[in-house]
């Protein structure tokens, strides 16, 4: 098998009352309103045509099958002040 490292990088424009929390394993994750928290994490799409529409599966075990290819994941968040 080969190794492939995918990067992810969003840009977000997000309300002011988002706040960035720790977690217990050290990792961040976003705190919303009502006390719902948010964290940004690999999600495979898949589609029968590149050109048609990219969905989600509905298959968990081909989606466990993907994920347990993960072998790490890091995921940065950081509020940029101007």
């Known amino acids: 098998m080969k190794k492939l490292n995918v990067t992810i990088k ?10 960035l929390v720790q977690t217990s394993e050290g990792g961040q994750v976003l705190k919303l309103p ?4 948010l964290d940004m ?21 081909t989606l466990n099958d993907i994920l347990d290819l993960v072998e790490s994941e890091e995921v940065a968040y950081e509020f940029v002040t101007h």
């Open 10 to 19: 969003l840009q977000m424009s997000v309300p002011d009352d988002w706040e």
């Open 34 to 37: 009502n006390n719902q928290y």
């Open 41 to 61: 994490a690999i999600e495979p799409l898949f589609a029968s045509d590149p050109e048609e529409t990219w969905s989600s599966t509905e298959d968990n075990d």
